[in-house]
């Protein structure tokens, strides 16, 4: 098997995994905040991201992957700046309408892009301009509903919208600058992460339920719920990591909406969550948009190993990570952007994969 299919199956592995732990994780966390109560999203990923981890030293003592220590700065400055943009979002999802936060989501994309043109001078083509446009349409679609304005909700957003760009850039980059794998990433971070959504989490969980962490009551059922869900975001930060460092941070937007239009089949189909015709018509457009925006990716991936075969993919990046990227990669990447684990609530308040 050659390097190039050595990769792609990789790369395959990771979307697959990150896409099953998030829906997983979703239905998990639906059942802790819908039925069990427990809405404390900030404090529950602060938990996630201790747990991930433990579960990484075990495996370093395990001899599973080799420690690579490096800038030191750049890690603690990575890991603060993931831990402030998921407490930026569930601010933003508290602050704003469920049809803003859903607008919100959705302007990371374009905004990912603008910043990658701007600051790395990375070259789109029209045809994936056109298929992110379409995407977005029809996700826009599907989840948008009600959008109502409010002065801080807006200014949180924009700053939640900045904040998770900036991370899931600096994950793609920091994986192929120092050369590290998205495992060795994501153990030097979690603690930086961890730590600064365990000291703001019950200050904004309090904050936006009015209730305290500390008082609520931990039944053996929830407990179950709460390990079950920690569990599970071990594979969901891995994927994410693994994602952004195998393909780029707008891939790994677009994978994150064909997981919201996942999980919103699958409340309607085993749940019986309310659908209506609106919610499929979006569903189809996106999954038109995903398949173009891939299909155009892997096409321009193969204009440019045509035209110079001899060169070491090291040049100029552009964006040609489709969801199933055929190039190689130069570092151990991982999937998703920076381990922005986003565990945050989603369109019916559930904690996002």
Not at 266 to 278: A, C, M, N, Q
Request: contains cysteine; hydrophobic residues 50%; proline residues 3%.
């Amino acid at each position: 098997m050659s390097e190039g299919q050595k990769f792609q199956l990789g790369t395959v592995g990771a979307l697959s995994l990150s896409v099953v732990s998030s829906v997983s994780i979703v239905i998990c966390n639906k059942a802790l905040i819908s039925t069990l109560g427990f809405t404390f999203a900030t404090t529950l990923t602060s938990w996630h991201l201790l747990v991930t981890f433990c579960s990484l030293h075990m495996a370093l003592w395990m001899k599973l992957f080799e420690h690579k220590p490096f800038d030191a700065r750049a890690v603690m400055g990575f890991g603060i700046l993931n831990g402030i943009s998921i407490g930026l979002l569930n601010l933003s999802l508290g602050f704003n309408s469920v049809g803003f936060y859903q607008m919100t989501k959705l302007a990371i994309i374009p905004c990912t892009v603008l910043l990658e043109t701007l600051f790395f001078r990375k070259q789109f083509s029209r045809s994936i301009q056109l298929s992110l446009t379409i995407l977005l349409m029809g996700v826009g679609i599907a989840t948008v509903t009600d959008l109502q304005l409010n002065v801080l909700g807006s200014i949180l957003s924009l700053l939640a919208v900045l904040t998770t760009c900036v991370a899931q850039i600096m994950t793609n980059t920091i994986q192929k600058k120092f050369r590290v794998s998205s495992t060795q990433l994501l153990y030097q971070s979690c603690p930086y992460q961890a730590l600064t959504l365990f000291i703001v989490g019950p200050f904004l969980d309090g904050l936006l339920t009015n209730k305290n962490v500390l008082a609520f009551k931990y039944t053996p059922l929830v407990l179950f719920f709460i390990v079950l869900s920690c569990l599970i975001s071990v594979s969901v930060n891995f994927s994410t990591f693994l994602v952004i460092g195998k393909t780029s941070p707008v891939t790994y937007q677009v994978l994150g909406h064909l997981k919201t239009c996942l999980v919103l089949a699958f409340g309607y189909v085993l749940l019986r969550d309310p659908f209506s015709w609106r919610n499929i018509l979006g569903i189809l457009i996106a999954v038109v948009g995903m398949v173009l925006y891939s299909y155009c990716c892997t096409l321009e991936n193969q204009q440019k190993q045509n035209e110079a075969p001899a060169k070491l993919p090291e040049v100029k990046e552009s964006e040609t990570d489709p969801l199933i990227s055929a190039e190689n990669g130069t570092g151990i990447l991982a999937d998703g952007g920076v381990p922005k684990v986003v565990p945050l609530w989603n369109s019916n308040k559930d904690l996002d994969a």
